[in-house]
Structures are given as structure tokens and as C-alpha cells.
């Protein structure tokens, strides 16, 4: 059961790498869904009702059948800290008990964003998220398209932060490799998946 939630490891997922999906076979789709953000309607308190939604959610995109389905962050509400444990570990099997009714042969794609490693994402938040999730950054590929899923929530606040710094760094070097490899110059399309926009309108538009 908790293995199709870990299948992104050591930055790539594992089942769709240039070797098995690095050659462009026609037009697809996939879904993407973000956001479910388990808690968020009753603070806390309870989240039967965002719960429900998502299995409908899971319903129809098994009926769909898209090449796999994407869920872009916020998976739950409670931000990850001492005091909220209990919620975030509820909201979190909540929220995979919603997902274990997706049809096995779909991939299930998942992105972090700011309510699953907070604001400020520090190792130890970061570390819990890859403990149920996997990877929090990393690459693949579909159908001859180079995916990059990216944790948006380092560039989401000031780099001063000397340990969001070294994380955004790190990161920063591993996109750079990813685009200058190799497999990359055979990719039909290359796409950036991220939580947060990079922009809302234009691209040099003020923050």
C-alpha cells in the first residue's frame, strides 16, 4: 500500500526513467489535481468532508484513466511542528486512504508545498515529508516528455535563511544537471512542476 505513495527516490520515480518512457509516442494527458489540503475547512478539527471530495476526485480520474495523475502540494493542512504532530500524521493517513482507491496502473505523482513542509522548511520537515512521500524534488519522464518536479517552497521566501539557502543551492545545482544532461537534449517537451508559480501573468513581472 505505501509504496506507490515512495516510488520517488533519490530524485528520480521509479518505473518512468528515460530507459522505459524517453521516446515521444503521440499526444497524452495527464491529470493534475492540487491542493486537497486535508483540515483546511474545519481548522484542524476534523476533515471528513475534504476526505469524501478526494475519493470522488480519485473516482473520476479512474474513470479517465490519464497516463498518470499529479497532486501539486498541500496535501494536508496541519503545518509540520512539535504541537500539530497528531493532526499531520491523522491528515496524512487520511489523505493516503483517499488515494489507495486509485487505480494501481496510474502513476500517482506528488509534489510538496508550503502546508507539508512549512513556510520556512527546515531538514527535520523536509526529512518527515520524504519519510512518507519520498523524494520532495526529482525528474521523469512520460511518453518522451522530461518531467521536473520541483520543491517550490525554497524560492518562496528569502534566501537569507543560511539553511533554506544551502537547500535552495542544492536544489538549484540538481535542476542545472537535470537540463544539461544528456537525456534532456532527446526530450520532446521539457515541463517544470512546482506548488507556487513562478509568475502570474509575465515573467519579469514584480514579486
Given amino acids: 500500500f505505501n509504496s506507490r505513495f515512495m516510488r520517488a527516490q533519490a530524485r528520480v520515480f521509479a518505473g518512468l526513467g528515460h530507459a522505459e518512457e ?7 494527458f495527464f491529470i493534475q489535481l492540487a491542493d486537497p489540503q486535508i483540515g ?5 478539527k476534523s476533515w471528513a468532508e475534504e476526505e469524501a471530495m478526494l475519493v470522488q476526485a480519485v473516482q473520476l480520474v479512474n474513470r479517465l484513466k490519464p497516463r498518470f ?6 496535501l494536508t493542512n ?24 486509485l487505480d494501481p496502473r496510474i502513476p500517482l505523482v506528488l ?15 523536509i526529512q518527515q515529508y520524504r519519510e512518507r512521500y519520498g523524494s520532495d524534488y526529482y525528474s521523469f519522464w512520460v511518453g518522451g516528455v522530461l518531467y521536473i518536479s520541483i520543491n ?12 533554506v539557502g544551502t537547500l535552495r543551492e542544492e536544489q538549484d ?5 537535470e537540463l544539461s544532461s544528456r537525456e534532456a537534449r ?10 507556487i508559480t513562478p509568475f502570474m501573468a509575465e515573467a519579469d513581472e514584480d514579486a
Fill in 152 to 163: 517550490s517552497q525554497l524560492y518562496s521566501i528569502d534566501a537569507d535563511d543560511s539553511e
Fill in 40 to 44: 483546511m475547512l474545519h481548522c484542524d
Fill in 111 to 125: 509534489q510538496p508545498g508550503n502546508h507539508d513542509v512549512g513556510q520556512r522548511p527546515s531538514h527535520e520537515a
Fill in 173 to 177: 545545482a540538481w535542476i542545472l544537471k
Fill in 69 to 74: 495523475l499529479l497532486i501539486s502540494g498541500d
Fill in 78 to 101: 496541519a503545518y509540520p511542528s512539535p504541537k500539530s504532530m497528531k493532526a499531520v500524521e491523522e491528515q496524512n493517513a487520511a489523505f493516503k486512504s483517499a488515494l489507495s482507491r
Fill in 186 to 195: 532527446d526530450a520532446k517537451h521539457i515541463i517544470i512542476l512546482s506548488h
Fill in 22 to 28: 524517453g521516446l515521444w509516442r503521440g499526444d497524452y
